[in-house]
Nanobody, 123 residues
């Protein structure tokens, strides 16, 4: 079952920005690592980023380092992914995911996932 709600995707020109948001009413993010996977047409699913809500630690795939920033608002039970300097290679469906283990999430294993939000970057 889809338990996370992701939003913020859309169509943007290369060089533009979008902010993705993720929340849930099913549980509290405080004890979880919340991240984002993406899947482009014809490509395998890829881990993009995560933030560990227990200590604020973040991780990014090399292709988005310096352009994407993960953040959290524990009071609102929200996680965000600010995406700047977008390029057409970032076009994909982005899924919000959660796991209590950073290592499991890095291996694309999830305990909870969302419905996905489409990001399209035009050249």
């Amino acid at each position: 079952d889809v338990q996370l709600q992701a939003s913020g995707g859309g169509l943007v020109q290369a060089g533009g920005s979008l902010r993705l948001s993720c929340t849930t009413s099913a549980f509290t993010f405080n004890d979880y690592v919340v991240g984002w996977f993406r899947q482009a047409p014809g490509k395998e699913r890829e881990g993009v980023s995560y933030i560990d809500n227990r200590d604020g630690a973040t991780w990014y795939v090399d292709s988005v380092k310096g352009r994407f920033t993960a953040s959290r608002d524990n009071a609102k039970n929200m996680v965000y992914l600010q995406m700047n300097s977008l390029n057409p290679d970032d076009t994909a469906v982005y899924y919000c995911v959660a796991h209590q283990s950073r290592e499991e999430l890095r291996q694309l294993k999830v305990e909870f996932w969302g419905q996905g939000t489409l990001v399209t970057v035009s050249s």
